[in-house]
């Protein structure tokens, strides 16, 4: 903004990215995305197995559960409803197994 000051016209949005708030917020909501987007990543690759599914599920309850945040307590909740919805919906038996038997598991 102030090496080119014309480059975004709308005063609202250059009041917006004058408050700190406004980058305090993108910090947090980058907390909760990153992980979200790392396990999307991981799981879509084409050589993932189904203990690497549990094992980034595990890892995304953890992050999202340890993520210290106050001024989004509402995406945090949202997010943590929405992964406790998908966790209902896995079948953890046959993940699981798989990750007991996964060559890499050290028990």
Not at 11 to 23: A, I, Q
Not at 70 to 92: D, P, T
Request: with cysteine.
């Amino acid at each position: 903004m102030i090496k080119y000051p014309n480059e975004i016209t709308s005063k609202s949005v250059k009041k917006l990215l004058k408050k700190r708030e406004f980058f305090e917020e993108v910090a947090s909501l980058s907390q909760i995305l990153l992980p979200i987007n790392n396990t999307i990543k991981i799981l879509e690759s084409d050589n993932s197995t189904l203990a690497d599914v549990f094992v980034q599920m595990v890892y995304l309850a953890y992050k999202l559960k340890n993520i210290n945040i106050s001024n989004m307590n509402g995406l945090k909740r949202h997010s943590i409803c929405a992964f406790n919805k998908r966790w209902n919906e896995f079948q953890v038996n046959p993940y699981l197994l798989a990750y007991f038997l996964h060559p890499g598991y050290r028990g």
